[in-house]
């Protein structure tokens, strides 16, 4: 088995501010991906990472960077955080492009 | 396009009842179908997935769906719930033909289960 891992768990911030998220795997699963939780809209695609150093946009890229230095480890930068922005961040895990999904517990967004 | 609808937001039961949430999709290569559950405060858990073979899948705590290709739909089912079950239900959709590993969610269904 194996788990994700999301630091921090809450994070609240300014609008403008550059705020970062990060996930770790112990799964030593290749791909990896960012989404995005709003409530009444299901989950969106930020980025993902199909190995270490690649990136790959998806849906709802814009206003976000994302880094994958390690195998292990990707994060993801909000660039300007918007005023009364609320969500959740998701970040799963995966074998290859098609397999399942691992999921960790989220981290949850707040912007005054 | 790739999609997936989930036509109940909310789905209220009694405990011991059976259910049924649905979920279809449309896409144009071959799909492999998830549902998945989302517990308070939690990420999403995988209940389970068809790839391919028989039609009707098992999943985890009593759980099954069934993949019927003429309807593109993959409804899940359980026999009996119990109250620990509620929880948001959440259909997706991957597949083999050109994908790059995207996963196409619904929007999600509450399941409520009242004592």
């Known amino acids: 088995g194996g788990i994700i891992t999301q630091t921090p768990k809450f994070l609240i911030g300014q609008e403008g501010q550059k705020l970062t998220l990060k996930c770790q795997q112990n799964f030593n699963h290749d791909t990896m991906y960012w989404y995005r939780q709003d409530s009444g809209k299901g989950l969106r695609l930020i980025y993902y990472s199909i190995t270490e150093n690649d990136l790959q946009k998806g849906d709802l890229s814009e206003g976000y960077d994302a880094s994958r230095e390690k195998k292990s480890s990707f994060s993801l930068t909000v660039t300007s955080a918007q005023k009364n922005e609320m969500a959740v961040f998701l970040c799963?895990?995966?074998?290859?492009?098609?397999?399942?999904?691992?999921f960790g517990p989220g981290t949850r967004l707040l912007v005054l | 396009a790739q999609s997936v609808t989930q036509p109940d937001a909310r789905v209220t039961v009694s405990e011991g009842a059976s259910l049924q949430l649905r979920c279809k999709y449309s896409?144009?290569?071959?799909?492999?179908l998830f549902w998945y559950v989302q517990y308070p405060r939690q990420g999403l858990q995988l209940l389970l997935k068809?790839?391919?073979?028989?039609?009707v899948v098992q999943g985890v705590n009593g759980f099954e769906a069934e993949f019927i290709k003429s309807n593109s739909s993959f409804h899940l089912r359980k026999a009996s719930v119990h109250w620990s079950d509620s929880a948001v239900y959440f259909c997706a959709v991957s597949g083999i033909t050109g994908n790059t590993g995207k996963l196409i969610f619904g929007l999600g269904t509450t399941l409520q289960v009242q004592p």
């Open positions: 799963a895990s995966s074998i290859k492009n098609q397999d399942t999904q691992y």
């Open positions: 896409y144009s290569g071959t799909p492999y």
């Open positions: 068809y790839y391919s073979g028989d039609p």
